[in-house]
Protein backbone atom coordinates (compact mmCIF):
# COMPACT_ATOMS: atom_id res chain seq x y z
CA UNK A 1 0.00 0.00 0.00
CA UNK A 2 0.88 3.55 -1.05
CA UNK A 3 1.22 6.25 1.82
CA UNK A 4 -0.02 9.28 0.12
CA UNK A 5 -0.55 11.85 2.84
CA UNK A 6 1.91 14.70 4.51
CA UNK A 7 4.24 13.84 7.42
CA UNK A 8 2.07 15.59 9.92
CA UNK A 9 -0.49 12.31 8.98
CA UNK A 10 2.03 9.80 9.00
CA UNK A 11 3.60 11.12 12.02
CA UNK A 12 -0.02 10.77 13.38
CA UNK A 13 -0.37 7.26 11.70
CA UNK A 14 2.94 5.93 13.31
CA UNK A 15 2.36 6.87 16.60
CA UNK A 16 -1.67 5.81 16.43
CA UNK A 17 -0.10 2.42 15.54
CA UNK A 18 2.73 2.86 18.24
CA UNK A 19 -0.28 3.24 21.24
CA UNK A 20 -1.94 0.62 19.86
CA UNK A 21 1.00 -1.74 20.57
CA UNK A 22 0.85 -0.78 24.22
CA UNK A 23 -2.74 -1.70 24.14
CA UNK A 24 -1.85 -4.92 22.96
CA UNK A 25 0.77 -5.86 25.41
CA UNK A 26 -2.09 -4.40 28.45
CA UNK A 27 -4.53 -7.19 26.81
CA UNK A 28 -2.30 -10.19 26.28
CA UNK A 29 -0.53 -9.36 29.71
CA UNK A 30 -3.56 -9.01 31.10
CA UNK A 31 -4.87 -12.41 29.59
CA UNK A 32 -2.03 -14.42 30.30
CA UNK A 33 -1.99 -13.30 34.48
CA UNK A 34 -5.44 -13.54 34.50
CA UNK A 35 -6.17 -14.93 38.02
CA UNK A 36 -2.90 -14.59 39.47
CA UNK A 37 -2.15 -13.11 42.74
CA UNK A 38 0.76 -11.24 44.53
CA UNK A 39 1.74 -11.96 47.88
CA UNK A 40 -0.93 -9.58 49.59
CA UNK A 41 -3.71 -12.12 47.17
CA UNK A 42 -3.85 -8.43 45.07
CA UNK A 43 -4.35 -8.97 41.23
CA UNK A 44 -0.88 -9.36 40.31
CA UNK A 45 -1.36 -7.39 36.95
CA UNK A 46 -2.53 -4.34 38.48
CA UNK A 47 -0.31 -4.49 41.49
CA UNK A 48 2.71 -5.20 39.64
CA UNK A 49 2.83 -5.31 36.11
CA UNK A 50 0.87 -1.39 35.98
CA UNK A 51 3.09 -0.48 38.90
CA UNK A 52 6.26 -1.53 36.39
CA UNK A 53 4.69 0.50 33.65
CA UNK A 54 3.62 3.47 35.31
CA UNK A 55 7.56 3.50 36.80
CA UNK A 56 9.12 3.45 33.57
CA UNK A 57 6.30 5.57 32.11
CA UNK A 58 8.13 8.83 34.19
CA UNK A 59 11.56 8.05 32.60
CA UNK A 60 10.76 7.14 29.00
CA UNK A 61 8.64 7.22 26.17
CA UNK A 62 9.54 4.03 24.67
CA UNK A 63 6.65 2.16 23.44
CA UNK A 64 9.00 -0.95 23.11
CA UNK A 65 10.33 -0.37 26.49
CA UNK A 66 6.90 0.30 28.18
CA UNK A 67 5.21 -2.76 26.16
CA UNK A 68 8.21 -4.92 27.80
CA UNK A 69 7.63 -3.69 30.86
CA UNK A 70 3.85 -4.78 30.71
CA UNK A 71 5.26 -8.36 29.00
CA UNK A 72 8.33 -8.65 31.25
CA UNK A 73 6.97 -11.72 33.60
CA UNK A 74 5.37 -13.69 30.72
CA UNK A 75 8.14 -15.49 29.93
CA UNK A 76 8.83 -16.61 33.76
CA UNK A 77 4.81 -17.08 35.07
CA UNK A 78 2.69 -17.99 31.82
CA UNK A 79 2.76 -20.28 29.31
CA UNK A 80 3.58 -17.71 26.59
CA UNK A 81 6.74 -18.56 24.48
CA UNK A 82 9.50 -16.52 23.15
CA UNK A 83 8.30 -17.05 19.53
CA UNK A 84 4.92 -16.39 20.45
CA UNK A 85 5.83 -12.93 22.20
CA UNK A 86 8.00 -12.49 18.55
CA UNK A 87 4.82 -13.21 16.41
CA UNK A 88 2.70 -10.66 18.38
CA UNK A 89 4.49 -8.07 19.18
CA UNK A 90 8.06 -8.76 16.75
CA UNK A 91 11.24 -9.37 17.62
CA UNK A 92 12.23 -6.16 19.62
CA UNK A 93 10.19 -6.25 22.55
CA UNK A 94 10.39 -10.48 22.55
CA UNK A 95 14.15 -9.99 22.72
CA UNK A 96 13.50 -7.19 25.88
CA UNK A 97 11.37 -9.54 27.91
CA UNK A 98 13.49 -12.23 27.59
CA UNK A 99 17.03 -10.08 28.96
CA UNK A 100 15.20 -9.91 31.92
CA UNK A 101 13.53 -13.38 32.11
CA UNK A 102 16.01 -15.32 34.49
CA UNK A 103 17.18 -18.55 33.78
CA UNK A 104 17.26 -22.04 35.77
CA UNK A 105 16.59 -22.68 39.40
CA UNK A 106 16.93 -19.57 42.18
CA UNK A 107 19.49 -20.49 44.15
CA UNK A 108 21.08 -18.89 47.61
CA UNK A 109 22.19 -15.67 45.23
CA UNK A 110 19.27 -15.61 43.54
CA UNK A 111 18.19 -15.64 40.06
CA UNK A 112 20.83 -15.71 36.85
CA UNK A 113 20.10 -12.80 34.25
CA UNK A 114 22.52 -14.00 31.87
CA UNK A 115 20.82 -12.21 28.76
CA UNK A 116 20.36 -8.61 30.72
CA UNK A 117 22.92 -6.31 28.91
CA UNK A 118 20.81 -3.28 27.56
CA UNK A 119 20.19 -0.17 28.79
CA UNK A 120 16.60 -0.82 27.80
CA UNK A 121 15.89 -4.03 29.74
CA UNK A 122 18.33 -2.62 32.91
CA UNK A 123 15.91 0.14 32.92
CA UNK A 124 12.69 -2.90 33.27
CA UNK A 125 14.84 -4.50 35.74
CA UNK A 126 15.15 -1.65 37.91
CA UNK A 127 11.60 -0.23 37.35
CA UNK A 128 10.81 -4.24 38.53
CA UNK A 129 12.91 -4.49 41.23
CA UNK A 130 11.57 -0.83 42.74
CA UNK A 131 8.25 -2.05 42.33
CA UNK A 132 8.97 -5.69 44.24
CA UNK A 133 10.86 -3.19 46.73
CA UNK A 134 7.61 -1.29 47.50
CA UNK A 135 5.46 -4.00 48.03
CA UNK A 136 7.77 -6.35 50.66
CA UNK A 137 5.97 -5.15 53.37
CA UNK A 138 4.55 -9.26 53.72
CA UNK A 139 7.35 -10.87 53.61
CA UNK A 140 9.07 -12.72 55.87
CA UNK A 141 12.06 -10.56 57.26
CA UNK A 142 14.49 -13.35 55.59
CA UNK A 143 13.08 -12.71 52.51
CA UNK A 144 13.19 -8.73 52.75
CA UNK A 145 16.99 -9.39 54.20
CA UNK A 146 17.90 -11.46 50.99
CA UNK A 147 16.18 -9.44 48.77
CA UNK A 148 17.83 -6.33 50.08
CA UNK A 149 20.98 -7.39 50.03
CA UNK A 150 20.94 -9.02 46.89
CA UNK A 151 19.33 -5.06 45.43
CA UNK A 152 22.89 -3.46 46.68
CA UNK A 153 25.21 -3.12 44.01
CA UNK A 154 27.57 -0.37 45.61
CA UNK A 155 29.64 -1.17 48.96
CA UNK A 156 28.06 0.39 51.52
CA UNK A 157 31.10 -0.01 54.31
CA UNK A 158 34.68 1.64 53.98
CA UNK A 159 37.72 -0.95 54.14
Not at 133 to 154: A, G, I, P, V
Amino acid sequence: MKYLGGKRELKKLVKNKMEDILSKAHDFAQEKHKGQKDDVEKDYFENHLIHVYTILRKVTTDKNVLSAALLHDTLEDTNTTYEELVKEFGKEIADLVNEVTHEGKKTEQGFFFPRLHSREAVLIKFADRLSNLSRMENWDEKRKEHYLKKSKFWRSELN
